[in-house]
């Protein structure tokens, strides 16, 4: 079992920066692989980034790329999520993700590859 419990969000400006947290308890976190996804109101889940175990593999949606990074330390157990220029749209609720995989350089873009759950963390981002 994998308890995520994210921490960071809030209120910012456009042009700002957050940085999310997802703190993850057990000792399998080293082997699981880690994603970030959000969520609108009245929109479908949307993948953010995602990580693999070794830290080797990082994929990113098409909306944040190249304005959010993600990364993890394995020794605290937690992954992180850098946004800059954020900008209205970002205006969501986050959530972690993780699953326990085999393959150290595995990290997974759809929702249904991810067995454990946040509950979630509300970005706002004003205009």
């Known amino acids: 079992q994998v308890q995520l419990v994210e921490s960071g969000g809030g209120l910012v400006q456009a042009g700002g920066s957050l940085r999310l947290s997802c703190a993850a308890s057990?000792?399998?976190?080293?082997?699981?692989?880690m994603g970030w996804f959000r969520q609108a109101p009245g929109k479908e889940r949307e993948f953010v980034a995602a990580?693999?175990?070794?830290?080797?593999?990082?994929y990113y949606g098409d909306s944040v790329k190249d304005r959010f990074t993600i990364s993890r330390d394995n020794a605290k157990n937690t992954v992180y999520l850098q946004m800059n220029s954020l900008k209205p749209e970002d205006t969501a609720v986050y959530y972690c993700a993780a699953v326990m995989v085999s393959y150290s350089d595995y990290a997974g873009r759809l929702a249904h590859e991810y067995d454990y759950w946040g509950q979630g963390t509300q970005v706002t981002v004003s205009s």
């Open positions: 990580i693999s175990w070794s830290g080797g593999t990082l």
């Open positions: 057990g000792r399998t976190f080293s082997r699981c692989a």
